[in-house]
């Protein structure tokens, strides 16, 4: 049995985490969970609802702790799911209301909110590693911080020689449990074939475990009907359900793959960004939605002292990270689809690009499946957001203002130069207490 830290312990998703951990008990059987975070308060309240919840449903579980403190966290572990946010919800609405404020997306992950978000998580990402291998040498250590691509390019440069970080990412099996529930298939019976950057990527084929090919069939169900969100976490979100429609029109222009939903940010910037309003950006909804359900939720734990009139229902996301860390940690060989340097898995990209693709998850790391050369409009989208990535890593290394400009208008989501330089000005502002001095 394992030992497994949960950094950032007050996130919103950590008690949904907790329900995945004691649906996987099995999978993934566990001696010790420890919480970190830097926020004692924020922790606390998903840390004493959390306690409740093991007590009562992961006998087993000889310890559960939470803590501020690195030494007391990082000792003596076997694995660490990391999911920081840096600068908290807050800076998050600044990074979505200032692209908005100039006519252009404001998204956590994609665009110049991205860009924001990726600057404050490099230095503390970073940092963190280090923290974690003063400690624990050989501990798998998932990371799920976003934005994950550009996190994921600055641990590789940071950390060359590091085999044992798994960057990953749910939105491909968020995606799958929706094709399996409209093939009405158990999810973990889908092989997917894909490819791209992470939240820049495509399906190019579906399989089910003996070999036969779904894609044609996923396809023309979404063509000929809707396509929703289907995990819990998400199906009744309606920016989700608004987010997922979209692949339909994505699928009827670009018929050859199939999307993943965050490319309607690129391939439709002019007809999302006149859709938002900095009133009521995504963590707005999410500060008032799933913070505040989650909070309500852990007090009435905590109140009540037990779990009994609680629906205990794992998320496909928690399910996913587990059973991928079960499958590192015990040698599985499982296939999920996690982020690698290229080095020719996508022959006719660039080798330091941190490619999205199908891989065996072993004791020895992630053994990727070749995919081979992908067609020229696929390969010349992922090239310059490749380089967008690329520029905003070098620009944090070398405080290159100049490099976070061409980033920004490399970005499919601006374009404009002089309104790259509008936006990257505020967001300096707004960031002089996180970002390295430009
Ligand atoms: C998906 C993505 C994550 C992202 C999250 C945001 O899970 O894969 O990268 O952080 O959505 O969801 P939210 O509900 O906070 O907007």
Redesign the pocket.
Known sequence: RKNLVIVGGGSTYTLGMIMSLIEEKEHFPLKKITFYDINATRQEIIAKAAKVLLKEHYPELESFSYTTDKATAFSDMDAAFVQIRTGGLAMRELDEQIPIQHGVIGQ??CGAGGMAYGLRSIKDMIELVHDIRQYSRDAWILN?T?P?AIVGLALKREFPEDKRILNI???PI?IMKSYADLLEKDVWELVPEYFGLN?FGWFSKILDKQGHDLTDDIKNKIINGDFLPTDKE?AH?E??IQTFRKARQMLVDFPEFLPNTYLQYYLYPDDLAKKESPDNT?ARQ?ING?EKRVHELCDHIISQQTTHDINIEADI?GVYMIRAAASLVFNWKETFVVMVENNGIISNLPDDALVEVPALLTSHGPKAFSVGEIPTFYKGLIESQHAYEKLVVEAYYENSYNKLLQALTLNRTIVHAPKAKGILDDLIDTNKDYWPEL
């Open positions: 956590e992950t799920y976003n994950a990412c749910d939105m968020a939240h998400i979100d920016s989700w995504r999410v799933r996301h």
